[in-house]
């Protein structure tokens, strides 16, 4: 049975930096992808991974602040978080899929989720 696992989430103030991690177990994933809610939205996309690292997406609100990666050896995918901004406040989900893709319905997996919170 697969698992992903978050961690990392906290409480930052705007322009500081948090990495959050998602261990997986229970299987190999080609695409590994992050993902955030906030109450009353869609859960929104944030970035993916490929198994080699070589293609990654985000989405257009995070590109150059956000950056994700990943450790096959540990199975485990982290994602780097910059000059956060309160409108990041969300609670950032990992998900594990077979192809990479910026749509919630290509991820077959998905964690609990990690609350963010960055304080103006």
């Known amino acids: 049975q697969a698992q992903l696992i978050e961690s990392g989430g906290g409480l930052v103030q705007a322009g500081g930096s948090l990495r959050v991690s998602c261990a997986a177990s229970?299987?190999?994933?080609?695409?590994m992808g992050w993902f955030r809610q906030t109450p009353g939205k869609e859960r929104e996309f944030v970035a993916a991974?490929?198994?080699?690292?070589?293609?990654?997406f985000y989405g257009d609100s995070v590109k150059g602040r956000f950056a994700i990666s990943r450790d096959n050896a540990k199975n485990v995918v982290y994602l780097q978080m910059n000059s956060l901004k309160p409108e990041d406040t969300a609670v950032y989900y990992c998900?594990?899929?077979?192809?990479?893709?910026?749509?919630?319905?290509?991820?077959?997996?998905w964690g609990q989720g990690t609350q963010v919170t960055v304080s103006s």
């Open positions: 998900a594990a899929g077979s192809r990479v893709g910026q749509e919630r319905y290509e991820y077959d997996y």
């Open positions: 229970g299987g190999t994933f080609s695409a």
């Open positions: 991974i490929n198994w080699s690292g070589s293609i990654t």
